[in-house]
């Protein structure tokens, strides 16, 4: 099937209900983007960023990939931060994972998936970190459970690592890194208790020296 038919259906009605709504809706937000947010989520199909947190689109900068990774030398990434910082000049970045993420998940595991394995590597790593934590766990579920958050906090403070993020608080901009995870069963975000708002609250190792 050369044209998704059903999905070209989908977007009209999506349109028109939105115009019904609000008729200027489009003709405003096709002159800027003004969002308050950048969110850093896990490409999976059922954590939408928009429609979990009750926003539309404009309202939102996002990011995703398998298991909402920030890697240092992931220049998709990191131009998506530089550009929600310093042109969008977004207030907060999320970092949202979610229970029972199969990325996650395969992660725990021995079992290669191909080129993804590279990828997972990095949450092995955050594994490695906690191990005796993790390992203590008995119930699978609980510990798949935990590496998801830790994950999360893992990736909040590489994104506050970046010079990119350093550069603004040292600039005076007003920017906060949070950390959250949504349950997928039954759609409730759950804050972990996890925020940066300064360069003062990262280790001096990971401390960028700016110009």
Not at 23 to 41: C, H, M, T, V
Not at 43 to 57: A, C, K, L, T
Not at 152 to 166: D, G, M, Y
Not at 192 to 205: N, Q, R
């Amino acid at each position: 099937m050369r044209i998704l038919k059903n999905l070209f259906d989908s977007n009209r009605k999506w349109a028109k209900k939105i115009k019904e709504t609000d008729p200027d809706f489009f003709a405003k937000l096709s002159r800027q983007q003004n969002p308050e947010y950048l969110w850093i989520g896990c490409s999976d199909s059922r954590v939408p960023s928009n429609q979990i947190v009750g926003m539309m689109p404009g309202e939102i900068f996002v990011h995703r990939n398998i298991a909402n990774v920030v890697i240092h030398t992931d220049l998709n990434c990191l131009s998506v931060i530089q550009f929600a910082v310093e042109v969008l000049k977004v207030k907060h970045i999320i970092v949202c994972g979610h229970y029972g993420c199969g990325g996650i998940k395969a992660a725990m595991g021995k079992e290669s998936y191909g080129l993804i394995d590279t990828w997972l590597r990095h949450i092995k790593d955050v594994y490695r970190y906690h191990q005796d934590k993790l390992d203590a766990i008995e119930d699978e579920q609980e510990k798949l459970n935990l590496l998801c958050e830790l994950n999360v906090i893992e990736q909040v403070a590489n994104v506050c690592h970046t010079s990119i993020v350093q550069k603004a608080w040292e600039s005076g901009q007003e920017l906060s890194v949070h950390g959250w995870i949504y349950s997928i069963e039954d759609g409730i975000l759950k804050d972990l208790d996890v925020c940066v708002d300064g360069v003062h609250e990262i280790s001096d190792t990971y401390k960028v020296k700016l110009p």
